[in-house]
């Protein structure tokens, strides 16, 4: 059996005074204010002296525990923080914006004008045309990524040169290493000396010429 319990809205102005009391206890005096705008109940209810007192009494229960908690003043103040200001600070703040304010409109009336800036590579040549700094900004972006790409690649074809060089080098290197592996693998001679077939190969041209040119001399002498 299913209980239907009609539940209508429920509007301020249906509440007791006693609860619309305690709901008040806990608004600021601006709300209290645009509250008694509303409605002439309202008004009186907000103007009650029974719920200032208690405000009062309530705001003085919480400053006496909220104030045994605040930091002193001399962290609160210049150079430490800039929460509280006295009339000093506030007047020094406001010489020292004077100050700046008079030294950029002395420095900008002395300011180049564009064509001047564009003369001394300062702003790039669009901006003289009346184009946009953002589109300029957009260009000069694109230029830049596009000059990096370019780099990129350039990098990555050096790079590849210098690896096929290495490995050209490296199939050198094992040619000369072979080459003297087989230069020093040679074979005990008579005297226990280890010579190498290429070097004993060497030797025997060289005791053939010197057998040619002493032939050679020796007839010489005959004839003459």
């Not at 290495?166 to 000396?193: H, M, Q």
Request: glycine share 10%.
């Amino acid at each position: 059996m299913s209980v239907v319990v009609d539940n209508p809205a429920v509007s301020l102005s249906s509440l007791p005074d006693e609860l619309i009391l305690h709901i008040l206890r806990y608004l600021d005096i601006p709300e209290l204010f645009a509250a008694s705008r509303t409605s002439h109940r309202l008004r009186s209810l907000t103007t009650d002296p029974l719920l200032h007192a208690h405000r009062r009494r309530r705001a003085a229960n919480t400053l006496s525990v909220l104030l045994a908690h605040r930091p002193p003043l001399r962290t609160l103040r210049p150079p430490a923080s800039g929460i509280y200001l006295s009339g000093t600070h506030v007047a020094a703040r406001s010489l020292f914006r004077n100050l700046v304010a008079s030294r950029l409109n002395r420095q900008l009336a002395r300011r180049p004008s564009r064509a001047e800036l564009v003369t001394r590579n300062v702003l790039p040549a669009e901006c003289a045309r009346g184009v946009a700094g953002s589109i300029c900004a957009a260009r000069r972006s694109v230029e830049r990524e596009m000059l990096m790409v370019g780099l990129r690649a350039w990098v990555g074809r050096k790079a590849e040169g210098i690896r096929r060089r290495g490995e050209k080098e490296r199939v050198g290197v094992r040619g000369l290493a072979w080459r003297f592996a087989r230069l020093g693998s040679g074979v005990v001679g008579i005297g226990g000396e280890r010579r190498s077939g290429e070097a004993e190969v060497g030797t025997a041209r060289v005791g053939g010429l010197r057998l040619f040119w002493e032939g050679v001399a020796a007839g010489r002498a005959c004839k003459g």
